[in-house]
């Protein structure tokens, strides 16, 4: 488990076929990782993935064809700067909302305007994952836990304060870029709760 506050920013250094899926090379960059440990698991860009290989530079992990296929990993370029979370440990604050690392679609950042000092930023998704955002309800984008402003049939849109624009990728993340996304891990029990009740 995760709470969607960015702990350092990385860059994938290389993604390596491998027998149908691929490794990926992810250097720490501002992410601490001197305790690091085999198995560990990692948030790249909201993609929990485990730490199979690492150095004091980064660390490796294998993903899926399901994990390249569904998630924006599978075509991410070499350089691309990347939000990065070590798993919780149960002491820890839950400053940002329960995140599972399992990316449920993708979306893409429709556009970015200055509001005063943050900057509202709307995001495109995909119609069957709006009906589990709410407005003032949390958000996982790219591993980033946000509160949602305002959301329509087409999109959701975001306000990003200076600080998480400056501590997360988001800072070199152009309009039309696609993004991770996880909605509120209640939503999608409370479906199933109900569903099971037909």
Known sequence: MFT????????????????????????AGTLPIDDVQLGESIAVN?????????????FEADASTETLGLTTLGALSPGRAVNLERAMRPTDRLGGHMV?????GVGRVASVHEDARAQRWRFDAPPA???????KGSICVDGVSLTVNAVDAAGFEVA??????????????????????????????????????D
């Open 4 to 27: 969607g506050l960015i702990e350092g920013i990385g860059r994938l250094s290389w993604r390596e076929p491998r027998g149908g899926d691929a490794r990926l090379r992810i250097d």
């Open 46 to 58: 909201g993609v929990c993935l485990t730490v199979v290989d690492f150095d004091a530079a980064g």
């Open 100 to 104: 599972s690392g399992h990316v449920d």
């Open 129 to 135: 994952l709006l009906r589990y955002i709410a407005g």
């Open 160 to 197: 990003l304060v200076p600080h998480t624009v400056s501590h997360t990728a988001f800072g070199e993340t152009p309009v039309g870029e696609a993004v991770n996304l996880e909605v509120d891990l209640v939503a999608r029990y409370v479906e199933r709760l109900l569903q099971s009740r």
